[in-house]
């Protein structure tokens, strides 16, 4: 038995490796950065994915693991459409959050020569990278079992393991469109009925390490392929976009409506201002020495996102469902919270400095959030702690409550301590001591005298109603 892998040299392409085999099975695997990136997954190695495949009329079965609900079912890994940006979870197969990903059947109906099986992701960050073992089956085995679980060696049921992959590059958290090609040199991989897929996260340091699968083909040698359709959401077929130029033209921030057309009229009257001023405040508000904050970033209404917003990279998604009931509320805010996580742009750190540090997601959320609530809109008080939530006051608590800390320390002891905390995050050198030298206090002796600063307020408060 032999095996090796194809030398492959792309915009950034990756080496991958497999195990021994009996014949000579090649892994292709091409990587591009999402500014390089084109909506047809397009690829100088790696075939462009077909809406005809062999998997097209396949069955695909989640033998193992759960889907994410914040994704799409195992149907968008057949349709024959691809994403059209980098963080497009309704458009993407993911397992949940947290979990170390799970095992897909792709059940072909019958044994067919089998060309090549292909694999397409994109995602800003960890979600990019593809790591799986790839086994196949007649289905006639001795012993066959069609449905392994997780931890039980499909080679000792009746499955023949063809290819390893694993595209994560050796630095930083390989963020970009990535193509998979396995191949055999001698023209076919063999004739097979069933397919499975070993899917393993990409990281662990957090719950988002699930690779955004795209599109998985099954090429046979017989078909000729038809390049895939770019999915398109609106129905009418026009794309809605506003774009928003701010300091001149040195930010241009995309505003798109095009799943959304109702929220278009509101995008361009009412958010669009909004955006125009603040990003360029964020940018002041949250620098660091040498760094740039992205001049060209996209918010994107998505029909079927749920919740809120989520924002990778310079992409925030919002959903629609959620903005559509608050438009007269906690829309515009909301928007203004996600631009401040572009602006943080986090990960800058672990792309560049291995060794960097992992700040808190309550600080990394407490920032945005003191923000909007305390210089956006103060107004709203809409992070106010008052005696209904004086009980999950916790400094770490995140969100509204982790604003409401970091105001109280910005006027009562620094006023400079979000810039402060900001820059060290984003260089990846934040840690607890940060406080003391900026304070004078520990980070538990700050959140206890801003807790016994509420609850003499709050109990000033009431005894000021009692005697009226």
């Given at each position: 038995m032999r095996f090796r892998v194809l030398p492959i040299v792309s915009v950034c392409a990756v080496l991958?490796?497999?195990?021994?085999?009996?014949?000579?099975?090649?892994?292709?695997?091409?990587?591009?950065?999402?500014?390089?990136?084109?909506?047809?997954?397009?690829?100088?190695n790696v075939p462009a994915?077909?809406?005809?495949?062999?998997?097209?009329?396949?069955?695909?079965?989640?033998?193992?693991?759960?889907?994410?609900?914040?994704?799409?079912n195992l149907d968008v890994l057949h349709d024959g459409k691809v994403a059209t940006e980098e963080d497009?979870?309704?458009?993407?197969?993911?397992?949940?959050?947290?979990?170390?990903?799970?095992?897909?059947?792709?059940?072909?109906?019958?044994?067919?020569?089998?060309?090549?099986?292909?694999?397409?992701?994109w995602h800003p960050g960890s979600r990019g990278p593809q790591v799986y073992d790839l086994y196949a089956a007649e289905g006639s085995e001795e012993g066959f079992d069609s449905q392994p679980k997780k931890g039980v060696d499909p080679q000792t049921r009746g499955w023949k393991r063809l290819a390893r992959v694993d595209t994560r590059p050796k630095q930083g958290a390989g963020g970009g469109q990535y193509g998979v090609s396995i191949s055999e040199?001698?023209?076919?991989?063999?004739?097979y009925r069933y397919l499975l897929f070993d899917v393993s996260r990409t990281e662990a340091d957090d719950p988002f390490g699930n690779t955004f699968y795209n599109?998985?083909?099954?090429?046979?040698?017989?078909?000729?392929?038809?390049?895939?359709?770019?999915?398109?959401?609106?129905?009418?077929?026009?794309?809605?976009?506003?774009?928003?130029?701010a300091e001149g033209s040195k930010y241009q921030i995309t505003i798109d409506t095009t799943e959304t057309p109702d929220l278009t009229e509101w995008a361009k009257t009412e958010l669009a201002?909004?955006?125009?001023?603040?990003?360029?405040?964020?940018?002041?508000?949250l620098p660091s020495e040498g760094y740039e904050a992205p001049t060209r970033v996209s918010i994107t209404f998505s029909a079927s996102m749920r919740g809120v917003a989520a924002t990778g990279g310079t992409r925030v998604r919002c959903a629609a469902a959620w903005f559509r009931q608050n438009v007269r509320g906690e829309a515009k805010g909301a928007i203004v919270h996600e631009l401040a996580h572009v602006v943080q742009n986090y990960g800058l750190a672990r792309r560049n400095n291995p060794d960097a540090t992992r700040s808190p997601g309550w600080l990394?959320?407490?920032?945005?959030?003191?923000?909007?609530?305390?210089?956006?809109?103060?107004?709203?008080?809409?992070?106010?702690?008052?005696?209904?939530?004086?009980?999950?006051a916790r400094y770490d608590a995140s969100y509204r409550i982790s604003g409401n800390f970091l105001n109280w320390v910005t006027?009562?002891?620094?006023?400079?301590?979000?810039?402060?905390?900001?820059?060290?995050?984003?260089?990846?050198?934040?840690?607890?001591d940060l406080w003391k030298t900026a304070t004078g206090r520990t980070l538990q002796e700050l959140g206890d005298e801003w807790k016994a600063y509420l609850e003499k307020k709050i109990a000033e408060e009431a005894e000021a109603m009692s005697q009226k």
């Open positions: 991958v490796c497999a195990a021994t085999l009996r014949a000579e099975v090649r892994v292709a695997v091409d990587h591009r950065r999402s500014e390089s990136a084109s909506a047809g997954f397009e690829f100088p994915p077909s809406q005809n495949d062999a998997a097209t009329k396949a069955t695909f079965l989640l033998v193992d693991g759960q889907r994410d609900r914040n994704g799409g497009q979870p309704g458009a993407n197969f993911f397992f949940n959050a947290g979990a170390d990903g799970g095992r897909i059947i792709v059940d072909l109906s019958q044994a067919i020569d089998i060309k090549q099986v292909n694999t397409y992701s040199s001698g023209g076919t991989l063999g004739k599109e998985i083909d099954v090429v046979d040698p017989h078909t000729p392929p038809v390049p895939v359709t770019v999915a398109t959401a609106a129905s009418d077929g026009e794309i809605r976009r506003e774009i928003v130029e201002p909004v955006v125009r001023q603040w990003y360029p405040k964020l940018v002041k508000m990394v959320e407490g920032i945005c959030d003191y923000i909007r609530w305390f210089l956006y809109e103060p107004h709203t008080r809409g992070a106010e702690i008052t005696s209904r939530n004086i009980a999950r006027h009562t002891c620094d006023k400079s301590i979000v810039m402060k905390l900001n820059a060290a995050a984003r260089e990846g050198k934040y840690n607890e």
